[in-house]
């Protein structure tokens, strides 16, 4: 039951229940709660429980009635621990048991509303990262080891298909076997429930579409985009010695863990050398001519994929453009992209040409492996770094050089004023001193 708790005036320490029926406060003998309060009208308020709340009102006196440091008038609900003050006195309301029933049916409501993840044996799932075309990626506690770990689940209407099934498996078991740097790294494979799924490490720090989506202009500086690019270069290149081609290399499938270092995921589409298929797997924007056109598809395909990724990263935009999907991979199959110096003329000529080396329409003109890729793009950042230490030295020598020739200019000018001033008194000891340079020639 709520309590009426007066905690100042003439009847301070009283606790009075309150009725479910409408209770009269008030100073005159006829009320339900009587005030010895000389401030308090004869009657001053009603308090009454209106369906599952409290509510109190004034009944317009001239002192009026405070709720928790507010003046109401007309009906207010009441909380638990709500301060009333009616002329001089302050009286608490307290309703333990309402406030318990109201917090419940707030958490029954959090819970209805809160997501609802997957659940696996010996993994905490707290947050979606990201959904692709077979699945979803979850951010996971894995308890056993107290890891923060990335968790991949089939999604529900392919884990009825044993080729679905089996497609994932080998995505994964793919991903296990490779161990780089800049390669995701695969934990474990399961199932559980019908649930199948497989455990990574989290890179925290998103993707590198995320990071351009958020930069302005929607582009990197060069050198970020660069070091992006050679890192990927070099988890390609581990992937290629391994006689594995990735096919859907683009700045959404490079990811950067807590430190920014960049690593190559989702190797759903990763496939051996051999048995490339010569299907349109991959993304139209950042696919080569030859995967938009049907042909073998080859490290080089990745090669270019990556140098379309690279575009991306220093323009702002794709190298080809479309309002379809159909229009976008006829572009890549039978256009040129526009010269990134064009869109970006900052961009040093050493990086242009790398871009350009990358994306050459004949595969067999683009760099023979990733290798390659990151050995140019190293090449490339020490080429303009050498370049402009040379321009800056030179630049430094030209102000030495002017800097001496003003000293010698302004010397001279001092001299000569010198000279000027004290013409009187210099031929005067010269004449003194030596008076031969003084006399006529041939005596003249």
Not at 124 to 139: C, E, F, N, P, S
Not at 239 to 267: C, I, Q, S, T, Y
Not at 335 to 345: A, E, K, N, S, V
């Amino acid at each position: 039951m709520a309590h009426l708790v007066i905690r100042s005036g003439n009847d301070a320490g009283k606790a009075l229940p309150v009725p479910a029926y409408p209770v009269v406060i008030g100073r005159g003998a006829s009320c339900d709660l009587s005030l010895d309060d000389p401030r308090v009208s004869r009657q001053h308020a009603c308090i009454r429980l209106h369906g599952d709340d409290w509510q109190i009102r004034d009944a317009s006196t001239p002192n009026g009635t405070v709720l928790d440091g507010a003046r109401i008038a007309d009906w207010t609900t009441l909380r638990h621990g709500s301060v009333i003050r009616i002329g001089s006195t302050e009286l608490v309301f307290e309703d333990p048991e309402g406030a318990a029933l109201a917090a419940a049916a707030a958490a029954r409501v959090a819970a209805a509303d809160a997501p609802r993840f997957p659940v696996i044996p010996g993994f905490q799932i707290d947050a979606a990262l990201g959904r692709g075309a077979t699945g979803t990626v979850y951010r996971a506690l894995q308890l056993s080891l107290n890891r923060r770990v990335a968790v991949k689940i089939l999604s529900a209407q392919y884990a009825a298909h044993p080729d679905r099934v089996e497609s994932f498996r080998r995505e994964a078991q793919a991903m296990a076997a490779v161990s780089h740097p800049h390669v995701i790294q695969v934990f474990d494979v399961g199932h559980h429930a019908g649930t199948h799924f497989f455990t990574m490490e989290l890179m925290e720090g998103g993707t590198v579409e995320e990071k351009l989506l958020a930069a302005p202009g929607s582009q990197l500086p060069w050198r970020e985009a660069v070091r992006i690019a050679s890192d990927a270069a070099m988890g390609l290149s581990h992937l290629h010695e391994r006689g594995l081609v990735h096919r859907d290399v683009k700045p959404g499938n490079l990811l950067f863990d807590a430190r920014g270092a960049v690593k190559l995921g989702d190797l759903g589409t990763l496939v051996r050398v051999d048995d490339a298929a010569n299907a349109r797997i991959g993304t139209p924007h950042f696919m080569s001519p030859e995967q938009a056109g049907r042909r073998q598809v080859t490290r080089a395909s990745d090669v270019y994929s990556l140098g379309a990724t690279l575009y991306r990263m220093l323009a702002g935009r794709t190298p080809f453009l479309g309002q379809t999907k159909e229009e976008i991979m006829r572009a890549v199959a039978e256009g040129l992209p526009t010269p990134i110096r064009t869109l970006c003329p900052e961009i040093p000529p050493e990086v242009a040409a790398a871009v350009e080396h990358m994306m050459a329409r004949d595969p067999s003109e683009r760099p023979a492996d990733a290798a390659e890729v990151g050995a140019r793009l190293a090449a490339a950042l020490d080429e303009v770094r050498e370049s402009r230490e040379v321009v800056r030295v030179q630049r430094r020598r030209r102000r030495e050089a002017s800097g001496c020739l003003t000293s010698a200019i302004v010397a001279l000018a001092f001299l000569g004023a010198g000279a000027f001033m004290w013409r009187d008194q210099i031929r005067a000891y010269l004449r003194e001193n030596y008076p031969a340079w003084f006399a006529p020639a041939d005596g003249k």
